[in-house]
């Protein structure tokens, strides 16, 4: 059976790599750049993926909430959190794919007609054609399928070197979401919702010119499957709610995704089991978040050491 990844981020090389030992694959990505991305993710991915910790360019135990005069320190444990650079993990998780067999084109996908991927140079004929070609995922508008939701978000690498990672809860800052400081070795990864940027770079004095990209929203309707073309990764708006964390579920789902079509499962039904509960939960906590007094409230109560123990568990479940 022949599938065709199109899209080589975390989601499909990840699919690539878990599917090629079973059928013959051919992973298709467009272009070598770096992802827009803060680069953050959980430790425990590199062991659990056997993903090489050489990559990993900073990693803290701490991270720091901002809002209102407050600034409350979280303490993630064990090193949790690592960044990593999207140009140079992207191309490790492409090349592990390549070892398990996977065929690796540099080519852009521009249509797909009779179970054919039309590349600018090549077509190749597919029987499963796995779409991880991200938030702007052309295979959906092929499709005809509606654009997952998406939030633009505004970002920056400044030179400034800081100790941990800042998120500001602030609105004016975060806008419904929260603005962030993600260290990147002697540099700062910054960014916020595109409408508050502007406020959140006054606030740090700094002077930067800045870029946007979009970050899937998800809800529970967003199709992830069209007969034999699945979703996987932002084409499928599997970015956790709330934390905006996209790298760690892109890969899971992926895996998930491999594993049921080696086994003939439901991806759907599947991918529910494992992330829909924890999901769900955090998509009320976002919509708790846009509510002012809500936001507040629920801010002030992580000066509890109960409720930010709570947190951290949480976060680290998934
Ligand atoms: C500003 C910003 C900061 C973020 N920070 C974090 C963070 O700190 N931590 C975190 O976990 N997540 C973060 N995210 C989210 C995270 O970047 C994504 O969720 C993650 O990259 C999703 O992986 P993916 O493989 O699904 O998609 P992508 O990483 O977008 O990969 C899709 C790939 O498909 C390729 N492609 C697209 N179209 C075609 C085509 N037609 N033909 C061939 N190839 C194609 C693209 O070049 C791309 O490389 C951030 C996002 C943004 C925008």
Known sequence: M????????????????????????????????????????????????????????????????????????????DDNLSIVFRDEFDEYLRNKAKQNGAKIIYDKLIDIKNNTAILKKQSIKFDILIAADGVNSITRKLMNLPEVPKVLTHYALINKQIKKPIFYFDRIYGGNFYAWEFPHLNKTHIGSDASTFQNFINHLNIKTSNKGYFIPSWNKNIKIQQNNIYFVGDSAAQVMPL?????????????????????????????????????????????????????EIMLFSFKSKFIQNFSVKLWLKS
Not at 56 to 67: H, L, M, Q, R, T
Not at 266 to 284: G, P, S, T, V
Request: hydrophobic share 40%; charged share 25%.
């Open 2 to 77: 022949k599938i065709v990844v199109v899209g080589g981020g975390p989601a499909g090389s990840t699919a690539a790599r878990f599917l090629a030992p079973h059928f013959d694959v051919v992973l298709i990505q467009d272009k070598k750049w770096t992802k827009p991305c803060g680069g953050g993710t959980k430790t425990t991915l590199f062991d659990e993926f056997d993903i090489d910790k050489k990559l990993i360019k900073n990693k803290f135990s701490f991270f720091e909430i901002k809002f209102k005069k407050n600034s409350i320190n979280l303490d993630i444990k």
């Open 243 to 295: 934390t905006f964390e996209g790298i760690h579920y892109a890969i899971e789902s992926a895996k998930i995704l491999a594993n049921s079509i080696i086994n003939n499962l439901n991806y759907q039904k599947e991918w529910n089991k494992k992330f829909l509960f924890h999901f769900k939960i955090m998509k009320l906590l976002e919509n708790t978040m846009k509510q002012k007094i809500l936001r």
